[in-house]
């Protein structure tokens, strides 16, 4: 996600402004990537020693950073696909979901999403 220091998407109204801080468009964009199919799980940015860590649910949010952009918002995903799928149409899926969950949600263009592989992973019976 953005750092701390990244200003929050700002919507000016009639009757006031709508702020989102990237922090709420990263864990709208976890919820809906986990939810698409050959997804595994979301992974930490950057790799340690050349291994993924996957992240656990309440902190999927740390595989997504996202940037304000002109016009928009561009979405880098961070995740974990499952041994078998083919990674391109399951990255392809994933960012037509998260540009669909996204605008729908937040009301703010998807300039671009960005899908980063960190690793492959069996799923267990």
């Known amino acids: 996600m953005a750092s701390k220091s ?28 986990l939810r698409c199919y050959g997804i595994s799980g979301m992974a930490a940015r950057g790799l340690r ?3 993924a860590e996957l992240l656990r649910r309440e902190n999927s949010d740390r595989g997504v950073e996202v940037v304000p952009v002109d016009g928009g918002i561009s ?14 149409e399951v990255a392809h899926n994933l960012q037509e979901t998260v540009r669909f969950e996204t605008e729908r949600s937040v ?14 992973r069996e799923e267990r019976r």
């Not at 700002?10 to 990537?33: K, L």
């Not at 979405?75 to 391109?88: A, E, N």
């Not at 009301?107 to 492959?120: F, K």
């Open 49 to 51: 020693d050349g291994v």
């Open 6 to 33: 990244t200003p929050a998407l700002v919507q000016a109204r009639q009757w006031g402004r709508v702020e989102v801080f990237p922090a709420a468009v990263g864990a709208i964009v976890a919820h809906a990537a």
């Open 75 to 88: 979405i880098d995903v961070f995740v974990i696909v499952q041994y078998g799928v083919r990674i391109s």
């Open 107 to 120: 009301g703010v263009p998807v300039i671009q999403v960005n899908v980063n592989v960190q690793g492959v």
